[in-house]
C-alpha cells in the first residue's frame, strides 16, 4: 500500500511494533492511524469505533475461523500472499491490491518491474562459476525451522544459484529439525544467513552464548555468517513485494565476485 500511494486508506493497523515503516509509525503517533493491539487479540472497540470497509487479514490454516472479528458485520478479505510458493507469485498479489485501491495500472507498472529486475538478476546469477552451500535461520527452542526446498526462500537461493542444503526436501513452507539432522546436513556449508530482531547487531560471540554448537558449523568457523537485524531493517515490509531486492542480496552473498549489484541491502556480515 506505501509502494502504490494508498496509505491513506489505512485507519488502523494491529502488532504495530513489528510494522518498520514510518507514515505507519507517524500515523500512529499523531493519531490518524489506530493501533488495534495484539493481532491474535485485537482491540475489538476500537475496530468497531473506526467504522472500516473492509478488515485485511492473514488467513491461518485451521485456525477454526476469525472469532469475534466475524460477528462485526465488516467485510473481511483474506490476504493469503504469504502461502504462494514463488516470490514473484507472491509479488503478483500487488495487482490485486492495485484493483483493491483504485490503482490497477500504478500495481501493474510496478509488477512488470520488480518481474523484469528478477529475471534480470537470476540471469546474472547463472553466469557466475562460483557454487556456494548456503543453509538458513537459528534454533528456535528444541526446533530449527529450516525453509522447505519447494518454499518461496528455498527457490530464491536456487534463484541465486547457491547449493540449498535442504533444496530436495519436498515441503513448500517450514520444516522443523533437530539441531543434530541440521547439524549432520548442513554442518559444511559454506555460507549461512541468519535472521533475528534485536536493539543491537549479533556477533559472533552472541551465538555462541546462545547456543555452543553453532561454533561447529564451518560457516562459523571461517567467518561466513550474515546476519539480517528485522528490527533495524524493512525484510519483511519490503521482501513479499519487492522480492528482486532479496535476490540481489542472496546473489552477492552466495557470488561475493559480483561487486556492481550496489552493496548488500538487508543483511551484512557478522562480527566478532
Known sequence: MESLGVT???????DLKYIKLPSIQDGCSKGAIIDCGDGMNPDMEKII???????????FENSGGYGRIEKLNIPIIECADYMETSALGRAEWM???????GVASEADSLFAEVDSCYGRLKKRAALSSVS??????????????????RSTIGRLFNDACGRYVFS?????????????TVFDKAGDADVWT???????DM??????????GYTGFKAFKTRNIYGCNTAK???YEETPFRPDYLLADLIQILHPEIGDLGGLRYFCKLNE
Open 203 to 212: 556477533t559472533y560471540a552472541d551465538l555462541k552464548a546462545d547456543y555452543m
Open 95 to 101: 495487482r490485486f491490491y492495485g484493483l483493491l485501491f
Open 233 to 235: 531493517v524493512p525484510f
Open 49 to 59: 469505533e473506526l467504522h472500516p470497509d473492509a478488515i485485511l487479514l492473514s488467513p
Open 194 to 200: 541468519i535472521k533475528y530482531n534485536r536493539d543491537r
Open 8 to 14: 491513506g486508506s489505512i485507519g488502523g493497523v494491529c
Open 132 to 149: 556456494l552451500s548456503i543453509v538458513s535461520e537459528l534454533k528456535s527452542g528444541s526446533a530449527w525451522y529450516v525453509p522447505g526446498g
Open 168 to 180: 530436495e526436501d519436498k515441503h513448500s513452507g517450514s520444516i522443523p529439525l533437530a539441531f543434530e
